[in-house]
């Protein structure tokens, strides 16, 4: 029989988690919404938000570009957001609650004198996806809105940075050889700094082991794992019932949706650490230690990696209270359950004191 556990390893799934959503419920972009529609958002009468839509390929990559008061120009970050069918302010259909910390982060960061333009990527939000997705469709988009924010009059095109949020991470490691015009820095946030396989095996490691599984079973579990694994690579059909629990069968099945199949293959044979050896100018990794999807030695990882490869400005901030989203979370570390991770992230909790700051100070450096 197989055994239920509610797994949901979402730091860096292209997928939905065992809910079987798929990440591609996206609606299409307003086709009159094209130009910019400025209010003044929550976030205070010191902050200027704009609804805006950039063009790629025949479709409409929807964003919210945040700007303080006054004509600027000012730096400003585009801001990728991670896994599933996570929307321009960190939301996501598959989680509940309000205030993602994408827009608390952006009216923050403004308040400050930084600009961001956050977005819906592809299939999240009211950015609609190709009927097939690569991974050069999500960097078309990337490139697209690193091109709009170039040539924004308030925007000094001379400080533009990419921050990445967990895999929106991987996905600025992966666009930044590729970029003919380098961004003035890279800003990793929550960002593995190990083989998908093995941050997702980890993942699901805790799980098992925080429910009481025995070693023995833990193991035969992450063989099944790696074997699926290398299946969904070779273009093989998982052994999907050599799984003893239904919730990492769910898992695999959430990845071998035919539309995404070209990205899911790329991604999981994906490893940061030798992308982040290709980084070139300022680095800040910022990492949160209540962060129970990726851990403070990720963090560690991509900054050992980075000064191996003769980086001299890398800044590493390790956030006491941020948990994954970069949320303030005063519980004991021991006390977070990953198995119900993400459930107090739309909560009415703020971001974790130290993050804003950091951002700030680095990009103010620059």
Same mark, same amino acid.
């Given at each position: &029989?197989?055994?239920?556990?509610?797994?949901?390893?979402?730091?860096?799934?292209?997928?939905?988690?065992?809910?079987?959503?798929?990440?591609?419920?996206?609606?299409?972009?307003?086709?009159?919404?094209?130009?910019?529609?400025?209010? =003044?958002?929550?976030?205070?009468?010191?902050?200027?938000?704009?609804?805006?839509?950039?063009?790629?390929?025949?479709?409409?990559?929807?964003?919210?570009?945040?700007?303080?008061?006054?004509?600027?120009?000012?730096?400003?970050? &585009?801001?990728?957001?991670?896994?599933?069918?996570?929307?321009?302010?960190?939301?996501?259909?598959?989680?509940?609650?309000?205030?993602?910390?994408?827009?608390?982060?952006?009216?923050?960061?403004?308040?400050?004198?930084?600009?961001? &333009?956050?977005?819906?990527?592809?299939?999240?939000?009211?950015?609609?996806?190709?009927? =097939?997705?690569?991974?050069?469709?999500?960097?078309?988009?990337?490139?697209?809105?690193?091109?709009?924010?170039?040539?924004?009059?308030?925007?000094?095109?001379?400080?533009?940075?990419?921050?990445?949020?967990?895999?929106?991470?991987?996905?600025?490691?992966?666009?930044?050889?590729?970029?003919?015009?380098?961004?003035?820095?890279?800003?990793?946030?929550?960002?593995?700094?190990?083989?998908?396989?093995?941050?997702?095996?980890?993942?699901?490691?805790?799980?098992?082991?925080?429910?009481?599984?025995?070693?023995?079973?833990?193991?035969?579990?992450?063989?099944?794992?790696?074997?699926?694994?290398?299946?969904?690579?070779?273009?093989?059909?998982?052994?999907?019932?050599?799984?003893?629990?239904?919730?990492?069968?769910?898992?695999?099945?959430?990845?071998?949706?035919?539309?995404?199949?070209?990205?899911?293959?790329?991604?999981?044979?994906?490893?940061?650490?030798?992308?982040?050896?290709?980084?070139?100018?300022?680095?800040?990794?910022?990492?949160?230690?209540?962060?129970?999807?990726?851990?403070?030695?990720?963090?560690?990882?991509?900054?050992?990696?980075?000064?191996?490869?003769?980086?001299? &400005? =890398?800044?590493?901030?390790?956030?006491?209270?941020?948990?994954?989203?970069?949320?303030?979370?005063?519980?004991?570390?021991?006390?977070?359950?990953?198995?119900?991770?993400?459930?107090?992230?739309?909560?009415?909790?703020?971001?974790?004191?130290?993050?804003?700051?950091?951002?700030?100070?680095? =990009?103010?450096?620059?």
């Amino acid at each position: &029989m197989q055994r239920v556990l509610p797994f949901c390893a979402v730091a860096v799934l292209s997928l939905a988690c065992s809910s079987g959503r798929s990440a591609f419920t996206g609606l299409p972009a307003d086709a009159g919404a094209e130009g910019p529609d400025a209010h =003044v958002p929550d976030g205070g009468a010191d902050v200027i938000s704009e609804e805006v839509t950039v063009a790629v390929d025949g479709r409409s990559v929807a964003g919210t570009l945040t700007l303080p008061a006054g004509s600027g120009p000012f730096p400003a970050l &585009m801001l990728i957001a991670g896994s599933g069918p996570t929307n321009r302010d960190w939301l996501s259909p598959l989680l509940p609650g309000e205030f993602g910390s994408g827009r608390l982060l952006a009216e923050a960061l403004a308040a400050q004198g930084v600009a961001t &333009m956050r977005y819906d990527k592809l299939g999240a939000g009211a950015s609609a996806a190709p009927a =097939v997705v690569s991974w050069q469709d999500y960097q078309d988009e990337q490139v697209a809105v690193l091109d709009y924010l170039r040539t924004e009059p308030r925007v000094d095109a001379a400080r533009v940075v990419i921050a990445g949020h967990s895999e929106g991470g991987l996905h600025a490691l992966r666009l930044f050889p590729h970029l003919e015009h380098k961004p003035a820095a890279v800003i990793l946030l929550a960002t593995a700094g190990e083989p998908f396989e093995a941050l997702i095996a980890r993942q699901i490691d805790d799980q098992l082991r925080l429910a009481g599984v025995s070693d023995t079973v833990r193991e035969h579990e992450l063989t099944a794992l790696h074997d699926a694994l290398a299946a969904v690579v070779a273009g093989r059909a998982p052994d999907l019932e050599a799984f003893a629990f239904a919730g990492v069968r769910a898992l695999v099945q959430s990845l071998l949706d035919a539309r995404a199949l070209p990205f899911v293959r790329e991604l999981i044979g994906l490893d940061p650490r030798p992308l982040a050896a290709q980084l070139t100018g300022p680095v800040l990794v910022l990492q949160g230690e209540k962060d129970v999807q990726v851990r403070p030695d990720d963090a560690t990882a991509l900054t050992a990696t980075l000064r191996q490869a003769g980086q001299t &400005m =890398v800044t590493e901030l390790l956030s006491p209270l941020a948990d994954h989203v970069l949320k303030r979370e005063d519980r004991p570390f021991e006390t977070l359950d990953p198995a119900l991770v993400g459930a107090g992230y739309g909560a009415d909790r703020p971001l974790a004191p130290d993050v804003v700051p950091a951002i700030v100070a680095f =990009v103010q450096s620059l």
